[in-house]
């Protein structure tokens, strides 16, 4: 088995199994050059390198340059392939440790996996979250002397407090974080401000508290486990505090920490999710709500693991939020696309970005459900069989701002879009669906991009006003996006279907688009209207059994 590389750039695959062939394939741009059975572009030898970890396989990298194979032969036994080897990353989310109780079955979840060497990545117990922002707000106004009596403080160091006692841990190995926190809201009480930086600050403290006492009772059992601060090493982020994006040398850094630490000593790596430091500041950032599945998947790149599992309350990605429709039923397979738009487009179940490193990497992402480990889950990967699809689930983003822009100038008159979207670009916002003619534009903002500031309604003035110069502006509030994500071959009908839908309801679609992938049609309606046309759709596309996406005699384009 060898992998030739020419010139450093082409590399030609022989004697590898079948398996093995595709995943090289599905991880590097294929190439086809006569004379070679199979030839790969290495567009980055260190993902080669991971692409390959965790198969069990001997491999011999040659170096050649034409045809002259040079000297310095690299042989790389893929020792790193026994089972002894970090093999999967499981993200368990605030619901999966809740309480003392949950968190015994996610240790015994774990350990039902003895074949698996799994790195864990923790969020923080049940509510902290919200209940940590609530208590920063309060403190920014409450005074000094009131900050102990916070009820959100009382009820984290309860929850706490009660988890460790339940499982017979020392409260020790949480005190000086409680401590910390109830500090640092005083800070925010004498300041009387909660700024983003400070925001972060304090709710980092709900991870750092579920890992230390997960990994702690993980060693009370005999488990040998290690907790570890996700900024301690080497989740670096942009400084976007509440929505920082990881920056592209975590990935080499949290490798190279995990794995050297992994082979001293086989203790099973605990990870505070959603939390990162910023790269400007050496201050705490996190990675937006949910962010824990992002943590998860940059772990799967950065050490090529076969699995990112992530862990939920629900069977897997479903039909629709079960909060809208009990009646949603379980997607069992997901393209990396079509999850990427489905989060993107609200479904909560999963973080907006966390699909891009499990898409780089090619790592297939299960989502399962912590509650009943029996259910398959959802598993996403690059490809699925599409033959039989027509709409996979409905997503819906509410609260939204829509913008209709009528150009004044003359018909015609180039430079329109580009002026309109750059004073976008200038107020660093982004813009969720488009739809133009040629002389006005409707957009959605992407409401997570404001919701992290503080200003947002002085922000969306500026932009009517800049606005103004040039167009006609009308600023539409309390709108909801329905994003159907589906088959890219049957929009057609997904589109009759839908306006069907919406016309027997009486709803007037107020915008309509189709990304360039097609995978997503998005309709925006009155936020007063959206759950029911949510509803209404799900039955159509899903209960109606005498509907499309039943039906077996489709024409696929
Ligand atoms: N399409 C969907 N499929 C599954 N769950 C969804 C969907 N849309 C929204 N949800 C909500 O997402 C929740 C799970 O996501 P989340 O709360 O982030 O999980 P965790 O905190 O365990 O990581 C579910 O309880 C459900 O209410
Ligand atoms: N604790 C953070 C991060 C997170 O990922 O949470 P969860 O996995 O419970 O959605 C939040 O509530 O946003």
Redesign the pocket.
Known sequence: MAILFQMGVQARVTGFGKDCQTSIGSLLKKQYVPGFKHVVRVSKKRGLFQSLRGRNLRICFQRVASTVVEKDEIEWQNADCSAEQLSIVMKF????VATAERMREVANLILSCPDEKPVIVL?AMGKTTNKLLQAGEKAASCGVSNVSGIDELRFIKDLHLKTLNELGIDKAVISGLLEELEQLLKGIAVMKELTVRTRDYVVSFGECMSTRIFAEYLNKIGTKARQYDAFDIGFMTTDDFTNADILEETYPTIAKRLREDWSSSHAIPIITGFLGKGSNFSAVTTLGR?G??LTATTIGKALGLKEIQ?W???DG???????IHPQ?ELVPYLTFEEAAE?AYFG???LHPQSMRPARESAIPVRVRNSYNPHSPGTLITKERDMSKAVVT?I?LKSSITMLDIASTRMLGKYGFLAKVFSIFQDWHISVDCVATSEVSISLTLDPSKLCSRELIQQELDHIVEELEKIAVVKLLQNRSIISLIGNVHRSSLVLEKAFNVLRRKGVNSQMLSQGASKVNISIVVHDSEAKECVRALHYAFFENTNDFNHESSLETN
């Open positions: 989310g605030g619901s999966s969020s949910g824990s599945d992530v939920k309350d629900v990605v479903l039909t629709c939020d079960p909060n949603a489905l479904a909560q179940v689930s997503a």
